[in-house]
């Protein structure tokens, strides 16, 4: 396997960053995570238009011209042989003595990016036996719409979920409206049929998967609301489900100790997971 640091296609094994890199010290920095189907880049532009986005809002510049960028992450895919997985892509503010202020600006920015696969099979079982998820309350930041590598309280949610026998946390906020997953967006679909997501003004990552599905919601004519939902409306939902570039939709039998629906993955869920790929740019 093989890396991109900085410029350089380097052995994964021996694949390293500076130790005042500011990624390393502060989380001062973004990331994307792409799908890889078929050997192609799923989203490849809307991947990086959030790159843009996440980079504006923390003040870094792009490590080098976005075409650039998506000729490296094709050839990091190409050079590794994958056919099905993800491509990952690291953006910091770059090396510098420790400090919390920015770096002069003569600091460039650091880019690694790796890619590496997934069976798809894997992934297949899972979503046709469906995933448990629990519930947590929300203790992140208010700018989880920058996909930044600041991403301890994720890791701590996922992890309780894990020792909890499930595979996902659902974040809930005050009035204990599901926010999203650790790692994922969160979608129910009511007893009417209709799909509900969280509308994305705040609290949560604008999907890039959560948009694509938006895209064949409205291309298929479905019933859907962008709005709150709360945990206990999860709870009742006859489907629940969850998406992200790594999984693409994944549906949700349990919260928590409610089983959904009839405790087997929903139709509405399924059906969004086939059409996925027939949807992407
Ligand atoms: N996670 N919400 C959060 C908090 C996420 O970390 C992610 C993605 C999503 C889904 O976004 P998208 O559809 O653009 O992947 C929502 C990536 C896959 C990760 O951290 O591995």
Redesign the pocket.
Known sequence: RIAYVNGQYVPHAQAAVHVEDRGYQFADGV?E?CEVWHGKIVDAPR?LD?LGRSLSELRIEWPMARKALEFVMREVVRRNKVRNGIVYMQVTRGVARRDHYFPSGDTAPSIVITSRPIDPRASDATAAKGISVVTYPENRWPR?DI?TVA?LP?VLAKQHAKENGAKEAWYFDKDNNVT??????AWIVTKEGVLVTRHAESG???????SVILDIVAREGLKFEERFFSVEEAKAAKEAFV????TIAVPVVKIDEAIIGNGHPGSVATQLREMFHTATD
């Open positions: 990331y995570v991947h959030r989880v996909k991403l994720n999203e997953g650790g790692s994922t967006n949560i990552l604008r999907g890039i998967t959560r998406t992200a570039a790594s």
